[in-house]
């Protein structure tokens, strides 16, 4: 599985804390490993159609992502939960 990040997402992930960045390091891990792993709580957001997924970094961040094919996967953002808001 190839995976492409969004310059919004690279943006993004340079902001946050580096205790952040440690927790998204390792959720990219078994991302890549299983994108539907249990500790991830990977799902379809609303509205279904538009295709945009995410999966948790902890409790509060999130990673915004979008099939683009069978192989490939566009990480749109991170952020915490109000980044749902954004993509609407």
């Known amino acids: 599985m190839k995976i492409v990040e969004s310059h919004k997402f690279r943006k993004s992930f340079n902001s946050l804390d580096i205790s952040v960045k440690r927790k998204t ?7 890549l490993q299983n994108v539907f792993h249990p500790s991830l709580n990977t799902e379809k957001l609303e509205p279904k159609n538009k295709n945009i997924w995410s999966f948790r970094i ?5 990673v915004i992502f979008t099939f683009t094919d069978k192989e490939k996967i566009y990480i749109l953002d991170i952020g915490p939960h109000n980044i749902y808001k954004k993509i609407k």
């Open 25 to 31: 390091q390792k959720q990219f891990n078994l991302f």
């Open 58 to 62: 902890d409790k509060n961040f999130r």
